[in-house]
């Protein structure tokens, strides 16, 4: 079973850029704006779980606004060196440690495309698990942009992006494996809030249905 390590995401790949794009790997505003979207389309406060949460921010950010956060990263020096108590140490193509239909909301930016594709299933349907009925994925993707995209032609430097697809291959697999219901007009909201980022085009919002449709 093909998959990376903790390290290939040692020290060196967040501060030094060796092998990724990252130099002083730090935290980002963006979160604060993705946070604000997140609270415009629910009410209350959510217990969200995010994958490949790197050192933190996000979680930090999610906290401080009331939410309940956890997050994992395969990354033993990120979570060493993460801002927050809420982050562990885990591979995602294991079982995640988190009871089944536990979150509201589990969320990933820049996750997917670290994963082989042969292993894709293994997340998605542990996505699946610990997500209530009427949850909400919201990831944020490295794809493979067409050539009328505002950011196409950009060089990525990142050697673990191995499974870079195309933005219809990623909404196809959602809606046909997992049977979730795409969320557009929020994903029209994020790129309207990102359109001068690279960011613009590449956020997935999908909603699990209240009653499976899996395999139907």
Request: with cysteine.
């Amino acid at each position: 079973m093909p998959k990376f390590t903790s390290d290939d995401y040692g020290e060196g790949y967040w501060e030094r850029a060796e092998g990724s794009n990252y130099v002083n790997y730090g935290d980002d505003s963006g979160w604060l704006g993705i946070l604000h979207v997140i609270n415009a389309n629910h009410t209350g406060k959510l217990n969200i779980i995010e994958a490949a949460c790197s050192k933190g921010y996000f979680l930090r950010a999610a906290l401080l606004d009331g939410h309940k956060a956890l997050g994992f990263d395969v990354s033993e020096y990120a979570i060493r060196n993460a801002v927050t108590k809420t982050a562990m140490v885990h591979d995602a193509i294991e079982p995640w440690p988190y009871p089944s239909g536990s979150a509201d909301l589990v969320c990933a930016w820049e996750f997917l495309e670290h994963i082989h594709e042969e292993n894709i299933s293994l997340v998605l349907e542990e996505i699946d698990r610990v997500l209530k009925p009427g949850g909400e994925m919201w990831f944020k993707t490295g794809i493979i942009v067409p050539d009328d995209h505002d950011f196409a032609g950009q060089e990525d430097h990142d050697h673990t992006h191995v499974n870079m697809q195309t933005r219809e291959w990623w909404e196809t697999l959602f809606v046909e494996f997992l049977g979730y219901e795409r969320l557009a007009h929020i994903e029209d909201e994020l790129d309207e809030m990102f359109r001068d980022r690279d960011w613009k085009g590449r956020f997935f919002v999908y909603r699990k249905p209240h009653e499976s449709t899996k395999g139907t």
